[in-house]
């Protein structure tokens, strides 16, 4: 299906706001999205059954042409079939009528994108961590949700209230006038909106398509190096040396006291349990949804923190140089994985890439991943051959430079910005040769290790070989950068 694009000064933003639903309207909104569940369930079994029919055929011998023809994913494919068998199934044919279609839409094109994935990973088209075949959805685990992009959808005048198809006129928690005031000004048009039950509420997001005018940043010259860190969550060096450190708030850590004892209450409960069938009682639901509510404040507050930084950062330089760290890797350390999810350092990366690019026109620089911005020093350009980790200040053994540590990887990382187009990427010098290195000195430090187990094969088709990881060649410090 071709992706929507926006007119010429229209981006594509959701104004997320919290329901208020009566225990009609919730009852109507966990039936929809049971519904949309349901129909995923059925498109993932409808597709696999040819899958593994055609696998029994060939183990009796029968040839190519003989066998059970594949079945396709296609949303218009999915839809039809199911329009189809919905008026005879017996799991269907009772109830489908008391939702919306919108409902069966949604399971059928996740069910639709699930099997694409699987598709274009299989035959090395997707990048990132290899996909599987689709899973059915448990009723237990899944998180309920559905998207509607036909019908009435709109934002009440009061700014107050949301209409939504099947599902009527629903208070919001939250007044909803920022998008009424631009729907009022034709400067938005609601394309769809979806609900989502997250930590006891339901939320309902509108993607709307709305007029953006291009922001100027206040320093429009000016190149700023961001270094994250755990200890502290960044330091900012700009083009003219100025540097700025921002502290970790370490809101998980903050709450952990809290947590710890939730957790204990919640223990001393009588949970379900799926092996005798036993529900839990009203006081471990009661519990669990007190423990529910720090997570889902924790959460709150690392998100709030991470716009207010990310924001500020995007309104005022016109250059950003970032790392382009393997968060999926370093997540591995199980000594820092907590704290480096509590930064959520691939969130900062993501956020500034989307406001310096749709509200400045700014650009957004990612060094590279094996840039050696800690051991390259900022005055001479000298680079270490090795720095650990517990080495806080750095020493330049040829001009005698003594600077934190993550200091000097900021101003190396702003130097960046200039090392572009010209220079070595060296702070205090960006236009002299680049500087001899020992053997090693080009290159971050790895931690990770191949994966030598190879994973076993699905149904669907032949399983891909395996394929083996290599040791990332060393890059040079004036190597081209990668923009976003």
């Known amino acids: 299906m071709r992706k929507f694009q926006p007119r010429p000064g229209f981006v594509v933003q959701a104004y997320r706001f919290a329901l208020d639903p009566n225990a009609t309207q919730e009852h109507a909104l ?20 040819s899958w593994w029919q055609r696998r029994a055929e060939e183990s009796y011998g029968i040839g190519e042409a003989g066998l059970t023809k594949w079945r396709p994913w296609s949303l218009p494919a999915l839809r039809k079939a199911f329009n189809e068998a919905k008026q005879t199934d017996p799991r269907f044919a009772a109830w489908w009528e008391e939702n919306s279609k919108e409902a069966y839409s949604t399971g059928l094109a996740n069910a639709s994108a699930a099997f694409d994935n699987y598709a274009k990973s299989k035959n090395g088209k997707r990048r990132g961590k290899r996909m599987g075949v689709p899973q059915f959805k448990s009723k237990r685990k899944t998180r309920l949700a559905c ?7 709109r934002v009440d005048a009061d700014g107050r209230h949301v209409t939504l198809p099947r599902l009527g006129t629903i208070r919001t928690h939250e007044p909803t006038v920022k998008l009424l005031a631009r729907a009022r000004a034709a400067t938005a048009r609601i394309l769809s909106a979806s609900v989502r039950h997250e930590h006891g509420r339901w939320f309902v997001s509108f993607q709307a398509e709305v007029k953006r005018d291009l922001e100027r940043v206040a320093r429009p010259h000016a190149a700023a190096g961001i270094d994250l860190g755990v200890k502290t969550l960044a330091v900012m060096a700009d083009s003219t040396g100025e540097i700025r450190t921002i502290a ?23 949970g379900p349990d799926r092996r005798t069938g036993q529900k839990p009682s009203k006081r471990w639901e009661k519990a669990d949804a007190a ?33 382009d760290l393997n968060v999926a890797g370093m997540l591995r350390n199980r000594r820092l994985a907590r704290r480096i999810a509590d930064a959520g350092f691939g969130e900062i ?9 749709q509200r400045h026109a700014t650009r957004t620089i990612a060094a590279d991943r094996w840039y050696p911005s800690s051991k390259t020093c900022s005055g001479c350009g000298v680079v270490k051959a090795k720095l650990p980790l517990h ?19 900021a101003l190396n990382l702003a130097a960046l910005a200039a090392a572009a187009t010209t220079g070595t990427g060296v702070a205090g010098d960006q236009d002299t040769q680049a500087v001899s290195k020992p053997r090693g000195a080009d290159q971050k430090t790895r931690t990770t290790r191949p994966r030598r187990k190879a994973e076993a094969g699905r149904a669907g088709g032949a399983t891909l070989p395996h394929q083996r990881q290599t040791e990332a060649r060393d890059r040079t410090q004036a190597e081209a950068l990668t923009l976003w």
């Open 391 to 409: 080495v806080r200040t750095y020493q330049c053994d040829a001009c005698g430079l003594v600077i934190d540590r993550d200091d000097n990887a």
């Open 248 to 270: 970790n708030p370490g809101h998980y850590d903050r709450a952990r006291k809290q947590l710890r004892r939730a957790c204990r209450v919640v223990s001393r409960r009588q």
């Open 30 to 49: 966990r039936s929809h999205c049971g519904a949309a569940r349901a129909a995923y369930n059925w498109a993932v079994g409808w597709v696999t059954a």
């Open 291 to 323: 423990r529910n509510k720090v997570h889902h404040r924790v959460a709150s507050l690392r998100a709030d923190a991470l716009h207010k930084l990310t924001t500020a950062v995007a309104a005022e330089y016109g250059t950003v140089v970032v790392e």
């Open 349 to 357: 990366r993501r956020q500034l890439t989307c406001k310096t690019r």
């Open 147 to 153: 998207r509607f992009t036909t019908g009435v959808i």
